[in-house]
C-alpha cells in the first residue's frame, strides 16, 4: 500500500484548503484511514480519522467544526477540507492507512500501518 499527500501550501488566516491522499497498492474501502500533522520538535497530531467497519469519523476538538474527512473510494482518494485556517493549524499533515483500527485506536499514530510522505501546510497572519 502506497500513500501519497498533496494540496499543502500557503493560505491565510480564516482561508480554506483542500488536502488530497492518493491511495494505491490495496483497496482503499477496507481500510480505515487519518490525517495527521507535525510541527519542529513536537509529536505527530491526530487530526481526524475515518473507519471503515462502521463508517465513523472522528475529530480533534481543535478542528471540529472546521475540517471535513471524506473519501472516494472509486477514485481510491481521500480528503481533508480545511475551512477557517488558524496561524496555529500551521504543520505538516500526513494522511495514514490501517486495516484494524478501532475507536480506541482512531487517534494513535502507532495503529496505523501505512503512511503517506507529508505535504506542508502554512497559515499567515
Known amino acids: 500500500v502506497q500513500l501519497q499527500a498533496s494540496g499543502g501550501g500557503l493560505v491565510q488566516a480564516g482561508g480554506s484548503l483542500r488536502l488530497s491522499c492518493s491511495f494505491s497498492g490495496g483497496t482503499l474501502r477496507r481500510y480505515s484511514t487519518g490525517w495527521f500533522r507535525q510541527t519542529p520538535g513536537n509529536e505527530r497530531e491526530f487530526v481526524a480519522a475515518f473507519k471503515w467497519t462502521d463508517g465513523s469519523t472522528a475529530y480533534a476538538d481543535s478542528v471540529k467544526g472546521r475540517f471535513a474527512m471524506s473519501r472516494d473510494n472509486a477514485k481510491n482518494t481521500v480528503y481533508l477540507q480545511m475551512n477557517s485556517l488558524k496561524i496555529e493549524d500551521t504543520a505538516v499533515y500526513f494522511c495514514?492507512?490501517?486495516?484494524?483500527?478501532?475507536?480506541?485506536?482512531?487517534?494513535?499514530?502507532?495503529?496505523?500501518?501505512?503512511w503517506g510522505q507529508g505535504t506542508l501546510v502554512t497559515v499567515s497572519s
Open positions: 495514514a492507512a490501517g486495516t484494524r483500527i478501532i475507536t480506541s485506536t482512531m487517534g494513535l499514530p502507532r495503529h496505523y500501518d501505512f
